[in-house]
């Protein structure tokens, strides 16, 4: 009878401490291994969200921080000129964590003469990316560009970003693509919530059949009895994984065989993108950024983690940048990469620098544009 009561105690004992535990994880502001509902003005979000990418705000649109057309501010516009480059992507293309006189795009801007509309939005995945290329595309631009982040690869089967990033202070619902294989061709899954939308926050699991992370293992888990299997599946986290594997967060996602379709997806929007600039008349160009991790694990494996997209590009013919390469032009930069990168991950004054430059050697060696001063 004792060891039934030892048993019974050490069960208690286990779910409490998983119990809290998944409750402390809950409210980590940083990461998202727990599921924790958004508690959030429904009605406004509904009336000031995007109706096509979800976000940015009609609200944050109106703020110092975009002009009238929607782009970052551009401090060297040129007057009376249209647009001859127009970029679209996530903070990276936006240029986060500079000012707008050290944004790439704007250091750009300077240096050849012509403006550079900058649509990067914080927070964006590729498929978002793409769809408010196609809402904003200016006809008269030369070169339409589309940026890549290497953590993208998630967001790109991602229906609710609050999925995967805790610090998204409002519902970050958001379309995406699905691939069909038999097809080839991508799908889109139009923007989520509506008059269900406090119940798609709250069941997630039940509501978001198209967000791989709503419905993968490898998303958050969630505070339900019993606490301790719950607590157990956090070792299938993408995160966790990655940290025990030592591998960046987003790798296995590149992975052709993972379950998700992440390649897949992600390398038909590009694909999708240049057909369509072509189909136009314009050229198009697919920009690479790299993460501070992409260049921890070159530098161990000599290979990209993003190597897998790259090898589709080039087999579909995809003209792209791979600002990666770039970067390892520069003496001494695998003793001193971290110095490009600001706080929070983003590229600093010295990473835009870098970034302007070497797409001005892009337009020139590609006949784009011509122009000897990259001083600027």
């Known amino acids: 009878m004792k060891w039934i009561k030892y048993i019974l105690f050490l069960f208690i004992l286990l779910e409490l401490t998983s119990s809290i535990s998944l409750k402390y994880l809950s409210n980590n502001s940083n990461i998202n291994l727990v599921y924790k509902p958004l508690e959030v003005d429904i009605e406004e979000y509904l009336k000031t969200r995007d109706a096509i990418t979800g976000w940015p705000s009609t609200k944050l649109l109106q703020s110092k921080h975009y002009s009238a057309k929607g782009t970052r501010i551009n401090p060297y516009e040129v007057n009376n000129k249209v647009p001859f480059i127009q970029v679209f992507g996530d903070s990276f293309t936006r240029g986060a964590e500079v000012t707008n006189k050290e944004c790439w795009s704007n250091l750009l801007s300077k240096q050849i003469n012509e403006n550079v509309d ?105 505070i339900k009895w019993p606490f301790s299997i719950s607590f157990a599946k956090l070792f299938n986290h993408y995160l966790i994984n990655s940290k025990l594997s030592g591998e960046a967060f987003y790798s296995s996602f590149f992975d052709p065989e993972h379950p998700s379709q992440a390649l897949d997806v992600t390398a038909q929007i590009m694909v999708d993108f240049q057909m369509e600039c072509e189909n136009e008349g314009h050229k198009s160009l697919v920009l690479l950024f790299p993460q501070i991790q992409d260049f921890k694990t070159y530098y161990d494996k000599k290979e990209w983690n993003y190597q897998s997209l790259i090898n589709i590009l080039e087999k579909k013919d995809i003209k792209y940048l791979n600002l990666g390469g770039s970067f390892l032009e520069i003496a001494d930069f695998q003793t001193t990469y971290p110095k490009f990168f600001a706080k929070h991950g983003h590229y600093n004054v010295e990473g835009n620098k870098v970034v302007a430059s070497k797409l001005n050697e892009y337009l020139n060696k590609n006949s784009i544009f011509t122009t000897t001063d990259l001083s600027k």
């Open 118 to 222: 900058n649509f990067g939005v914080d927070g964006f995945g590729t498929d978002q990316a793409f769809l408010r290329f196609k809402t904003k595309k200016d006809t008269n631009a030369e070169l339409y560009i589309l940026g890549f982040t290497s953590d993208n690869i998630m967001r790109n089967v991602n229906s609710y970003r609050n999925m995967i990033s805790a610090a998204m202070d409002f519902p970050g619902f958001k379309p995406r693509y699905r691939y069909n294989a038999s097809e080839g061709v991508n799908k889109l899954i139009e923007l989520q919530g509506n008059n269900k939308t406090q119940s798609v926050i709250n069941n997630p699991k039940v509501f978001l059949q198209d967000d791989y992370f709503a419905q993968s293992e490898e998303g958050p888990t969630y």
